[in-house]
């Protein structure tokens, strides 16, 4: 039962360096998004995809890129990192359903730091 | 404005004893309200689902409560344990627009 995995748990980035930060889920789920989370502000969406070949912006975009080539995937790029982008990032499966089922199902997280 | 607020932002209590969190949602119309757990370093988990027909439902030591009226859901926490410490986030699911909204959570202590 994998569910969702993200790599990786932990990252160090120097200012203007890009990486990507990797997500899978075996679940068959249409619907992933991608969120940071800061204290005090809660999850806030960054990008989402409905589907392979359609992503989304969410609240705060910017300096972030995704792509959806299959439906197992959803990878999340960082252009240029800066300061601003130290934060916690999780990668959610959504199971858009029936009432009682939608439900979204989350990565173990990445820290990054950008110095 | 779609919000999902909770209260309190932080809470300490000791061992054994009762919680109620708070959270209160303009979300509407809405499919299902959801509680997480989020352990320190995990992604968060989903303890319990209400639906706008559904009044309370529990799972262990854990009771959620929904009053679709004033948009409001409550989640009691009793016997609280040392592992109940964690952050307790609220998710409602906005129908039709395929959107979670998530409230800011709260940190809760339990010491021993």
């Known amino acids: 039962n994998a569910g969702v995995t993200q790599t990786p748990k932990f990252q160090v980035l120097k200012t203007g360096q890009s990486m990507t930060l990797q997500c899978a889920q075996d679940m068959n789920h249409e619907y992933m998004s991608w969120y940071r989370q800061d204290p005090g502000m809660g999850l806030r969406l960054i990008h989402y995809s409905v589907g392979a070949g359609i992503t989304d912006q969410g609240e705060v975009p910017n300096g972030y890129n995704v792509s959806r080539s299959t439906t197992e995937d959803f990878p999340l790029r960082l252009l240029s990192a800066a300061p601003s982008q130290t934060s916690v990032y999780f990668c959610?499966?959504?199971?858009?359903?029936?009432?009682?089922?939608?439900?979204?199902?989350f990565g173990q997280g990445t820290r990054l730091t950008v110095v | 404005k779609n919000q999902v607020e909770q209260s309190p932002q932080s809470l300490i209590i000791l061992e054994g004893k009762n919680c109620t969190l708070q959270c209160n949602y303009t979300v509407s119309p809405f499919s299902n309200l959801r509680w997480y757990k989020q352990d320190t370093g995990r992604g968060p988990v989903s303890l319990t689902i209400m639906t706008f027909s559904e009044n309370t439902k529990s799972n262990g030591r854990y009771t959620a409560t929904l009053d679709a009226d004033t948009k409001q859901s409550s989640l009691h926490i009793t016997a609280s344990q040392l592992s109940d410490s964690a952050s307790y986030i609220c998710v409602v699911c906005w129908t039709g627009f395929q959107k979670l909204v998530f409230g800011t959570g709260t940190r809760l202590l339990v010491s021993p």
């Open positions: 959610a499966s959504i199971r858009f359903s029936s009432e009682q089922n939608t439900e979204a199902f």
